[in-house]
C-alpha cells in the first residue's frame, strides 16, 4: 500500500507527500483516501492537538483556522500550525470525521518544540511568526545550490525541482504539474504521489537534510507514531505529510535508533486550541515562512466546481464595479480570451494567476497598476477571516473577550475598517470602554484615528484589524485576570507602580479614564501624585500636565468623578508657573524649541483647566498670563520663546496690537542680531498659530517683517534663511499668496492698522455692510430664526 520512496511496493502505510497549502495537493488527497479507504489517517501535526479534531466538524468551524500552542508559564512563546479549507491536512482530517475513521497528529509535540531554543529567525521550517520547525520544507523558501560543505543551507525542493525542469519561477512550475492537470490519463489517484516521492527522494540523497537538522529530529518521532499505528490497524494507514518527509518515513530505521534521536529533549508545559486565521496571514509577504503567494487565488481554485477562470475574472469585474469602474460582461468574455491565449502562447494547460492577471490588467484596467492593487489585495491575497466554534478550549480572558464582543455586536474582522462612535449611547461607550481596556492589556485590536466633522469629546473614531496573533497577547494578558476589566485594572496598576517618567503615569492616568477604570484609579492617582511632588523638571511637568487636563474632560462625558485629578493638575500647573521663566535661560536652538512647544502645550491646558479650577489654587489663567508676561520682557530667554510669549499674550486680549508692535519693532532693530530676530518671527507667527493671517490683516506687523528682512547684510542671510523658511513654509497657499500680493505693492503703500489691507482685492478700511448684509438670510435658516431683529438678538 506504500506511495513512497519505492512506489512499486503495495506493503507498508500510505504516504501521502503534500504540499502544505496546495489545493491540487489537498484534491489529490481527498481522492487518494476515497481509493485506498484507509482505517486510520495519521497527519503532521502536534499530537497535542488530538483532542482537537472533532470541533474541525461542527458547523461553527471555518477555515482558515490555525492550532495555536503557547507555553502555560509564559504564554507569549507560542506557535501556529495555520489550515485553510485548500489544505491537504485539513482534508485529510475532514475526510477522516466525515468516513468516522480515526485521526491522529504524529509530528513532534508542541512541548519540545517550544522549548527548542531559537537558533535563527528562519529555523521555523515555514510557519508563521514564534512558531517551531514543524512545518516541512515544500514550499519555496530560500533557493540554493547543493554543497557537500554547506550543511546549513536550507533547501527548496519546489525551486529544484522548477529549476530541474527548465522553469524560472517554482509557483507556476507548481500550478503547470499540480493545480492544472488531473489525475493522468490512467486515472490513477495515487500516481502523483509515487511521482512526487521518487522526486523527492532524489532531493533528499543529494541534499541530506536539507539544513533542517531538526526534522531529523521531527522524522524520528514520525516513525514510531507510524509504526504504532500500523501494530494497531495493520497496513490500512494513511500518512498525510509535506513530501519532503516521505523518504524518511518510508525509509529504513531501526526503533532504537529513533528512540536515541528523541532522548532527551528539552520539555515545557503547553495548551493548545484553535483560532481563527487570515489569508491575509497565509501569505507569504506577511512572513509565514510556508506561505503563499496568492491564498485568494488558491481557495477559488479549490472552490470552483468548472470553469475557474471565467468565475475568477467574473469576480474581478464585480469587484472592479464596487469602485465604480466602468467594466462590462464584454470585459470578462475578451479577457477570458486573452487568458486563453497567453496561456497557449506561454505552453501552458491551462490559464494561471499570471495570465490572469496580465488580462484583468490589459482590458479591465487599461493598462494601470492602480486597480490592480486592488484586485491582488481584496481577491488575490482576500481578507477572509475564520471561525472557531465556542467551545473551543480558551483562557478564561479569551472567553469573557467572545462574550463581551457579542453583547456589544463588534465582530472581529480581517478588513480595516473605521468605526464611529457616539459616547452618549450606551453600546457605543461600552465599545470604547473595552477597545481602551485592550489597548492597557497590549491588545492593539483598534487605534484611535481623528474624528471625522467633530472634535467633542462624545464622539470617538477607530480604525479596527483583527491579527491572528493578537489571540497570543490574550493568553499573555490572562495573566493579569479572567475578565477585560479585571485584567486591565491589575495590569494598569503595575504599570503605574513600574512607569520610569512622569508623563507615562499621566498618560496612563488618561487611558484608564478613557477606559472606565475606576478601581485602578486610585493607585494610579497616588503614584501620580507621589511622582509630580518629587520631580522638579519642569519640561516634564510641561509634558505631563496635557494629559491630565483632557482627563478632566473626559470626566464629563463618561460621567467619572475627576476631582482628584483636578487637585493635581492644579498642582503641576503651579509649579510650571514657577519654575518656567529660570527653565528658559541659557537654552540652545533645540531645547527652546522644545520649550516653545511645552509653553504652545501649557497654554492650552490652563485654557482648560481654567474653566473649573480646583479648589485653593485660584485664578490660574491670570497666573498663567503674568508668566508669559515675565518671559516675553526678559533678554536672557531665547527669542523663539519670547516671541510665542507675545502672540499669546495678544491672542488672549491681554496684549493691545500697538503694543505688540512696538515690541517687534524693538527686537527687529539693527541692534538685535539677525539670527535672533528671526527665531522671535518664529515664535510669533510660526508653529502653526496662524501667524500667517495676522500678518494678512495688520499691514503695520507684515511692514516691520518686510523693513527688516530687506535691510539683513548679505553675510547673514544665509543663516537666518532655514528659520524664515521653516515659519513662513508652514502657511496655506492662500496666505502665501495674499502676503506676496501684499508684498508687491511695497513698503511705502503700508498704512496703519486702520487702514490694513486697503487697496487688496478682498479687503477695505471700513466694514462693506451691504456684503455683510448678503449672508443675513442664509444664516437665519441656518440658526432657524424668523426675523433679522432675531439674528441681531442673538448676535
Known amino acids: 500500500m506504500t506511495t513512497g520512496a519505492d512506489p512499486g511496493t503495495t506493503a507498508g502505510p500510505l504516504l501521502l507527500g503534500v504540499r502544505h497549502h496546495?489545493?491540487?495537493?489537498?484534491?489529490?488527497?481527498?481522492?487518494?483516501?476515497?481509493?485506498?479507504?484507509?482505517?486510520?489517517?495519521?497527519?503532521?501535526?502536534?499530537?497535542?492537538?488530538?483532542?482537537?479534531?472533532?470541533?474541525?466538524?461542527?458547523?461553527?468551524?471555518?477555515?482558515?483556522?490555525?492550532?495555536?500552542?503557547?507555553?502555560?508559564?509564559e504564554p507569549g512563546r507560542s506557535a501556529f500550525w495555520p489550515l485553510a479549507e485548500f489544505s491537504p491536512?485539513?482534508?485529510?482530517?475532514?475526510?477522516?470525521?466525515?468516513?468516522?475513521?480515526?485521526?491522529?497528529?504524529?509530528?513532534?509535540?508542541?512541548?519540545?518544540?517550544?522549548?527548542?531554543?531559537?537558533?535563527?529567525?528562519?529555523?521555523d521550517g515555514g510557519k508563521g511568526e514564534g512558531a517551531p520547525a514543524s512545518e516541512s520544507p515544500d514550499n519555496p523558501t530560500e533557493p540554493t545550490e547543493p554543497s557537500e560543505s554547506r550543511a546549513d543551507v536550507r533547501v527548496d525542493p519546489l525551486a529544484a525541482l522548477a529549476d530541474a525542469a527548465g522553469y524560472e519561477d517554482a509557483e507556476r512550475w507548481w500550478e503547470d504539474v499540480v493545480e492544472h492537470r488531473g489525475l493522468g490519463a490512467a486515472g490513477d489517484p495515487l500516481a502523483p504521489f509515487a511521482v512526487l516521492a521518487e522526486a523527492m527522494a532524489a532531493l533528499r540523497e543529494v541534499y541530506g537534510s536539507g539544513g533542517h537538522d531538526r526534522d531529523l529530529v521531527r522524522e524520528a518521532y514520525m516513525r514510531l507514531q507510524v509504526r504504532a499505528a500500523q501494530?494497531?490497524?495493520?497496513?490500512?494507514?494513511?500518512?498525510?505529510?509535506?513530501a519532503w518527509h516521505?523518504?524518511?518515513?518510508?525509509?529504513?530505521?531501526?526503533?532504537?535508533?529513533?528512540?536515541?534521536?528523541?532522548k532527551g529533549l528539552p520539555k515545557v508545559k503547553t495548551d493548545m486550541t484553535w483560532v481563527p486565521w487570515t489569508y491575509r496571514r497565509l501569505a507569504r509577504a506577511s512572513g509565514y515562512g510556508a506561505g503563499i503567494d496568492s491564498p485568494g487565488w488558491y481557495g477559488h481554485l479549490f472552490r470552483a466546481p468548472d470553469r475557474p477562470v471565467e468565475r475568477w475574472l467574473t469576480k474581478v469585474a464585480g469587484l472592479l464595479r464596487a469602485e465604480d469602474r466602468m467594466v462590462s460582461s464584454a470585459h470578462v468574455i475578451e479577457a477570458v480570451r486573452l487568458a486563453e491565449t497567453l496561456a497557449v502562447m506561454r505552453g501552458r494547460p491551462l490559464p494561471g494567476l499570471g495570465e490572469t492577471t496580465d488580462a484583468v490588467r490589459a482590458v479591465m484596467c487599461d493598462g494601470s497598476d492602480v486597480p490592480l492593487a486592488l484586485v491582488h489585495d481584496r481577491l488575490v491575497v482576500g481578507d477572509v477571516l475564520g471561525e472557531v466554534p465556542p467551545d473551543a478550549p480558551a483562557v478564561p480572558l479569551?472567553?469573557?473577550?467572545?462574550?463581551?464582543?457579542?453583547?456589544?455586536?463588534?465582530?472581529?474582522?480581517?478588513?480595516?475598517?473605521?468605526?464611529?462612535?457616539?459616547?452618549?449611547?450606551?453600546?457605543?461607550?461600552?465599545?470604547?470602554?473595552?477597545?481602551?481596556?485592550?489597548?492597557?492589556?497590549?491588545?492593539?485590536?483598534?487605534?484611535?484615528v481623528a474624528s471625522r466633522g467633530s472634535t467633542g469629546t462624545f464622539r470617538e473614531t477607530w480604525r479596527l484589524r483583527w491579527e491572528p496573533e493578537l489571540a497570543v497577547r490574550i493568553a499573555e494578558a490572562g495573566v493579569?485576570?479572567?475578565?477585560?476589566?479585571?485584567?486591565?485594572?491589575?495590569?494598569?496598576?503595575?504599570?503605574?507602580?513600574?512607569?520610569?517618567?512622569?508623563?507615562?503615569?499621566?498618560?496612563?492616568?488618561?487611558?484608564?479614564?478613557?477606559?472606565?477604570?475606576?478601581?485602578?484609579?486610585?493607585?494610579?492617582?497616588?503614584?501620580?501624585?507621589?511622582?509630580?511632588?518629587?520631580?522638579?523638571?519642569?519640561?516634564?511637568?510641561?509634558?505631563?500636565?496635557?494629559?491630565?487636563?483632557?482627563?478632566?474632560?473626559?470626566?464629563?462625558?463618561?460621567?467619572?468623578?475627576?476631582?482628584?485629578?483636578?487637585?493635581?493638575?492644579?498642582?503641576?500647573?503651579?509649579?510650571?508657573f514657577v519654575g518656567l521663566p529660570p527653565a528658559c535661560a541659557g537654552l540652545d536652538a533645540d531645547a527652546a524649541e522644545e520649550i516653545r512647544r511645552h509653553v504652545d502645550a501649557v497654554h492650552r491646558a490652563v485654557g482648560l483647566l481654567g474653566d473649573a479650577p480646583a479648589p485653593g489654587h485660584g485664578d490660574l489663567r491670570g497666573r498663567w498670563r503674568a508668566v508669559l508676561k515675565v518671559l516675553s520682557m526678559r533678554d536672557t530667554v531665547p527669542g523663539v520663546i519670547r516671541g510665542r510669549a507675545v502672540r499669546l499674550l495678544l491672542d488672549e486680549g491681554e496684549l493691545a496690537q500697538d503694543e505688540a508692535a512696538r515690541l517687534m519693532g524693538l527686537v527687529l532693530s539693527p541692534g538685535t542680531p539677525p539670527g535672533d530676530a528671526a527665531a522671535w518671527i518664529e515664535g510669533f507667527v510660526g508653529g502653526g498659530s496662524g501667524g500667517g493671517m495676522l500678518l494678512v490683516h495688520d499691514e503695520r506687523l507684515l511692514g516691520l517683517v518686510d523693513a527688516w528682512l530687506t535691510g539683513v547684510p548679505a553675510d547673514a542671510f544665509t543663516d537666518v534663511l532655514p528659520l524664515l523658511r521653516r515659519t513662513f513654509s508652514a502657511y496655506e497657499p492662500g496666505v502665501r499668496r495674499t502676503l506676496g500680493e501684499l508684498v508687491r505693492r511695497g513698503p511705502g503703500q503700508r498704512g496703519g492698522a486702520a487702514t490694513a489691507g486697503a487697496g487688496v482685492p478682498g479687503f477695505a478700511a471700513e466694514l462693506d455692510q451691504a456684503r455683510g448684509n448678503a449672508v443675513l438670510p442664509v444664516v437665519r435658516l441656518l440658526l432657524g430664526l424668523d426675523t433679522d431683529d432675531d439674528l441681531v438678538g442673538v448676535a
Open 246 to 262: 516521505v523518504p524518511a518515513l518510508g525509509g529504513r530505521s531501526t526503533v532504537a535508533a529513533d528512540r536515541a534521536l528523541l
Open 480 to 576: 493579569w485576570g479572567t475578565t477585560v476589566l479585571a485584567a486591565a485594572t491589575a495590569k494598569s496598576e503595575a504599570d503605574a507602580i513600574s512607569a520610569q517618567h512622569l508623563a507615562d503615569v499621566t498618560a496612563l492616568a488618561e487611558r484608564c479614564l478613557l477606559a472606565e477604570l475606576p478601581d485602578a484609579l486610585p493607585m494610579v492617582m497616588r503614584v501620580l501624585a507621589d511622582r509630580a511632588a518629587l520631580d522638579s523638571d519642569v519640561g516634564h511637568l510641561a509634558q505631563a500636565l496635557p494629559a491630565l487636563v483632557r482627563s478632566l474632560r473626559y470626566g464629563d462625558v463618561r460621567g467619572t468623578d475627576t476631582g482628584a485629578l483636578a487637585e493635581v493638575a492644579a498642582g503641576l500647573a503651579e509649579r510650571i
Open 22 to 73: 496546495g489545493p491540487g495537493s489537498a484534491r489529490a488527497v481527498r481522492a487518494a483516501l476515497d481509493a485506498a479507504r484507509p482505517r486510520v489517517v495519521l497527519i503532521e501535526g502536534p499530537p497535542e492537538a488530538d483532542a482537537l479534531i472533532p470541533l474541525a466538524a461542527e458547523e461553527d468551524m471555518r477555515p482558515p483556522v490555525a492550532l495555536l500552542a503557547h507555553a502555560v508559564d
Open 231 to 242: 501494530k494497531e490497524f495493520g497496513d490500512a494507514v494513511a500518512v498525510v505529510c509535506g
Open 398 to 448: 479569551q472567553r469573557d473577550l467572545d462574550r463581551t464582543q457579542r453583547r456589544l455586536r463588534l465582530k472581529p474582522e480581517a478588513l480595516e475598517r473605521e468605526l464611529e462612535l457616539d459616547l452618549r449611547k450606551d453600546t457605543d461607550a461600552g465599545r470604547s470602554r473595552l477597545l481602551h481596556r485592550l489597548r492597557l492589556l497590549g491588545v492593539p485590536w483598534g487605534e484611535p
Open 89 to 123: 491536512e485539513w482534508v485529510a482530517i475532514r475526510w477522516a470525521l466525515e468516513h468516522e475513521v480515526p485521526a491522529r497528529f504524529i509530528d513532534l509535540p508542541a512541548t519540545h518544540t517550544l522549548a527548542w531554543e531559537k537558533e535563527d529567525k528562519g529555523d
